[in-house]
């Protein structure tokens, strides 16, 4: 007798049922070797950004000193670099150079400086150096209001010279391992650690607080760009006699870098001077 329509029993039989199972467990394995071959293929492409330690003791001790394992990828971003260099920044920079008297150059880098004081403030704070915080804290108010808001370095002069420090240099006094070495386009030379300080600097410069309305976005734009082309103009020659003069410039930069930093870091440390200024004694 024939069943009534609807009435049809679509119930899958043992054999559908077990290849329907096999499908799925085939698939599932070929989602797993694709799992697989992507993790091998992100592996690979890890290993070829970082150059393996050597057998060799002295090249082990060469590799640790230079503390770049990620090397090859720290090149490529340093031609990339080089690339704008030469093809944007080093023109734009001259031609700043040409047009701009030096006298208004000296004025926009007093300026940058003046107004990054905040950033070296807390970080001199954060590194327990109340004179150093001290010499900050009037270094900008003198040139704030005397100096025409920062344009004229008027307190070196009264006795606050300029140092440098940021929230790097504060972390490697906290004892913050370095990290490796890295090129960053646009930031140059750098580790982990001052990576992270930059940042950190970025939050600390009342700078990028500006609000909108009355130029005064369009007067933090000037302000960095200015600051960015003066930076530029004013290193064109040593960048130039760096790579005409060096073998290996990349690896000169890197060697140079790292030791004007842990000087900067060792004067910080050894800052023990009294919290008074030197014209109180």
């Given at each position: 007798?024939?069943a009534?329509?609807?009435?049809?029993?679509?119930?899958?039989?043992?054999g559908?049922?077990?290849?329907?199972?096999?499908?799925?467990?085939?698939?599932?394995?070929?989602?797993?070797?694709?799992i697989?071959?992507?993790?091998?293929?992100?592996?690979?492409?890890?290993?070829?950004?970082?150059?393996?330690?050597?057998?060799?003791?002295?090249?082990?001790?060469?590799y640790?000193?230079?503390?770049?394992?990620?090397?090859?990828?720290?090149?490529?971003?340093?031609?990339?670099?080089?690339?704008?260099?030469?093809?944007?920044?080093?023109?734009?920079?001259?031609?700043?150079?040409?047009?701009?008297?030096?006298?208004?150059?000296?004025?926009?880098?007093?300026?940058?400086?003046?107004?990054?004081?905040?950033?070296?403030?807390?970080?001199?704070?954060?590194?327990?150096?109340?004179?150093?915080?001290?010499?900050?804290?009037?270094?900008?108010?003198i040139?704030?209001t005397?100096?025409?808001?920062?344009?004229?370095d008027v307190?070196?002069?009264?006795?606050?010279?300029?140092?440098?420090?940021?929230?790097?240099?504060?972390?490697?006094?906290?004892?913050?391992?370095?990290?490796?070495?890295l090129?960053?386009?646009?930031?140059?030379?750098?580790?982990?650690?001052?990576?992270?300080?930059?940042?950190i600097?970025?939050?600390?410069?009342?700078?990028?607080?500006?609000?909108?309305?009355?130029?005064?976005?369009?007067?933090?734009?000037?302000?960095?760009?200015?600051?960015?082309?003066?930076?530029?103009?004013?290193?064109?020659?040593?960048?130039?006699?760096?790579?005409?003069?060096?073998?290996?410039?990349?690896?000169?930069?890197?060697?140079?870098?790292?030791?004007?930093?842990?000087?900067?870091?060792?004067?910080?440390?050894?800052?023990?001077?009294?919290?008074?200024?030197?014209?109180y004694?």
């Amino acid at each position: 007798m024939t069943a009534p329509l609807g009435d049809t029993d679509n119930r899958p039989t043992a054999g559908t049922a077990d290849s329907s199972r096999k499908r799925r467990r085939e698939q599932r394995k070929g989602g797993r070797v694709l799992i697989g071959l992507s993790a091998l293929l992100s592996l690979s492409a890890c290993a070829s950004w970082r150059n393996p330690p050597p057998k060799d003791p002295e090249a082990l001790a060469d590799y640790k000193e230079a503390n770049d394992p990620y090397e090859p990828v720290n090149r490529k971003m340093y031609g990339i670099q080089m690339w704008a260099y030469h093809h944007a920044l080093r023109p734009v920079g001259k031609a700043w150079a040409w047009a701009v008297p030096k006298p208004i150059r000296n004025s926009i880098d007093n300026l940058n400086q003046t107004w990054y004081m905040p950033t070296v403030f807390f970080s001199d704070v954060g590194a327990g150096k109340p004179r150093r915080a001290g010499d900050d804290f009037m270094r900008y108010v003198i040139n704030m209001t005397l100096g025409a808001a920062g344009f004229i370095d008027v307190a070196t002069s009264l006795g606050y010279p300029h140092h440098d420090s940021d929230p790097g240099l504060t972390l490697a006094t906290w004892g913050v391992p370095s990290g490796p070495y890295l090129f960053l386009p646009g930031l140059g030379p750098n580790t982990l650690r001052d990576a992270g300080g930059y940042a950190i600097a970025q939050g600390l410069s009342p700078i990028n607080y500006v609000p909108r309305g009355y130029g005064l976005l369009t007067f933090n734009w000037a302000y960095n760009v200015a600051g960015v082309l003066g930076g530029f103009s004013s290193h064109i020659d040593e960048i130039d006699q760096v790579e005409q003069d060096s073998l290996d410039p990349y690896a000169f930069i890197r060697s140079a870098w790292q030791q004007n930093r842990a000087s900067q870091v060792d004067s910080l440390r050894n800052d023990h001077r009294a919290t008074v200024p030197d014209w109180y004694n």
